[in-house]
């Protein structure tokens, strides 16, 4: 217990040391100061005097000689009247805007011409077809009727005009 309360005591005569010396330095520090302030109150701060006419004058200046710079340059104006087929620059853009936007509008202009003609070959057999059929329903409507209301030797001879017929047409 003694060696502990020995080393409690150590430590505080440490700190006492410790602390004497913060407060030294802090009673320097406070000196400091107090010699500064009388310094900091005596200090006078002029400002120059600033005109805008100065500043004015100096950009107007510099504005007429950049004018006349601009004006002395020599210049030289070619007029070209040309037709570009290729682009000088941004060739990229200009094929990928070309050949994706028209081929895309040609592919699909020959694909509707195709499905139109189609279309049209379609109509015109179509009503081709119901013609000859309308034409045809006629004379089948008229040979039934004479099939059914004839006797037996008128209708054995219609059967091998018929069957001829049949033959004929292959």
Known sequence: MQTVLNEVLEELKELKQQIAKLMTAATNLVNKVDDFEPNLNNIKVTTPATTIETITSALHEGVLRLARIIHDQPKSIT???RILLFPESGAREYYRVVFGRLLFWMISFLVVTYLFAL????IDGNSLAKYKEA???QYRKAWNYLYQNS???MRAKMDTVFSATILSSK
């Open 151 to 153: 006797k037996k030797t």
């Open 119 to 122: 279309g049209k070959r379609f």
């Open 135 to 137: 034409e045809s329903c």
């Open 79 to 81: 007029r070209q009247y």
